[in-house]
């Protein structure tokens, strides 16, 4: 009995520590929880460090990474704090993963936890921003060292003018009279290159900047609240913009799509609204300039007047020699809105999140891990599939698809 108890137990054990493998956890945070949580840091969802700890029950944490409307609605408590915190938006629900997978991610998690924050690459490749801010601290500090060695230069060039004069009086050597700083040959070459420097970077600075409209909030003609509509109301961002995932543009949705709703909803009841100067908008007026363009009479319940289109402003625009498809990002690569667009849930009014510029682009399809297991699209990469089965790779980035490649982006 003692001898079976024993197996049983050490049986047990394997198979525990068979199920919890910090690897195979990391190949499946990639794929299913990178684009939207980080271990260390909050995104779109919470930070997972130590997540095992805030649920009491480690059943009820994998029933609600499976499914966690079905988790809402027994009316635990944690749950619907953390869905109410969060804006109240749904959870992808993941009925594929068994209790082992979860426990991989959980222990990958763990294993990512134990680490130093700064030092940690989360899967959404959060240290490339980090070393960028720490590349441009340390070209501010070679700047400032350069100026301060340049002066020190400057100064001991002075000093040892005095001197070679004092020790040419001393010896009774005619001295010729100084040159005055400003007719110093030597002096005005170095202004010069310096205002070349100088002017060359700035103009260069200014040159790489153009086009680009990172925070560009315009005013529109009707007040259109994502946060009413994204965030507290939860519609689906394709409910709005459906091509989003079937073609190259993502597409602005006509006012019929708007009118699905705004039939019924006549009047604006939600929180205040207010624009990005802090002006308070009337909401159901908002509404009333969408019945107008579309010459659509609320109490007669019925269209009165040919309809006008609304000139919506556009904000996200790339120069004409790049390409960028919508389907391609959001259905084969599985990339979220908010990674190019921001929390726009959060958003009254809509502005540039990102600089959309060739390096920031490049720098995402370097860190990017892609959605690559069990997904048609990656289907003719069959020694990327080799290599994964074999283990010889724990992920896929959309560099090692080709996603740098020039031609790819340009016509």
Request: proline letters at 3%.
């Amino acid at each position: 009995m003692s001898v079976l108890i024993l197996c049983a137990g050490l049986v047990s054990s394997f198979s525990v520590a068979q199920a919890a493998d910090p690897a195979a956890g990391k190949a499946l945070f990639q794929q299913n929880c990178a684009s939207c949580h980080n271990v260390h840091k909050k995104l779109t969802g919470p930070a997972l460090a130590g997540v095992e700890d805030r649920w009491a029950d480690k059943k009820l944490l994998h029933s609600w990474i499976r499914n966690s409307a079905a988790v809402l609605k027994t009316g635990d408590k944690y749950a619907n704090d953390l869905f109410n915190q969060y804006n109240k938006l749904p959870m992808t629900a993941f009925p594929a993963l068994t209790d082992a997978n979860i426990d991989d991610i959980l222990a990958y998690i763990g294993a990512e936890a134990a680490k130093p924050a700064g030092g940690a690459k989360g899967a959404d490749g959060a240290t490339a921003g980090a070393g960028a801010k720490e590349e441009g601290g340390n070209s501010l500090l070679f700047g400032i060292i350069t100026l301060i060695l340049a002066i020190v230069a400057v100064i001991l060039m002075q000093i040892n003018s005095n001197l070679n004069k004092l020790a040419a009086e001393k010896e009774g050597h005619e001295q010729m009279e100084p040159v005055p700083f400003y007719k110093n040959k030597a002096y005005i070459a170095l202004c010069i290159v310096l205002l070349f420097v100088v002017g060359g970077y700035f103009t260069i600075q200014g040159a790489i900047g153009l086009g680009r409209q990172q925070d560009y909030m315009p005013e529109q003609p009707i007040f259109y609240s994502h946060k009413v509509h994204a965030g507290i109301n939860q519609i689906n961002c394709l409910y709005c913009h459906s091509s989003a995932e079937k073609s190259k543009h993502a597409m602005i949705p006509s006012e019929n799509v708007c009118m699905n709703c705004h039939k019924a909803i006549t009047e604006y009841t939600g929180p205040d609204l207010f624009t990005a100067e802090g002006k308070k908008v009337n909401g159901t007026a908002e509404i009333q300039k969408l019945y107008d363009h579309i010459g659509w009479d609320k109490d007669a319940q019925r269209y009165t007047k040919p309809a006008t289109p609304i000139e919506w402003t556009k904000i996200h625009s790339l120069p004409d020699h790049v390409y960028f498809n919508h389907s391609q990002h959001v259905s084969a690569g599985k990339v979220q809105c908010q990674t190019c667009h921001g929390e726009i849930q959060n958003m009254d009014e809509v502005k540039q999140f990102a600089d959309l510029s060739m390096g920031w682009c490049i720098n995402c399809h370097r860190t990017t891990k892609v959605q690559f297991a069990e997904n048609d699209y990656f289907t003719i990469f069959e020694k990327l599939h080799k290599d994964f089965a074999d283990k010889k790779i724990d992920s896929v980035t959309v560099e090692m698809l080709g996603g740098t490649e020039c031609q790819k982006c340009h016509y």
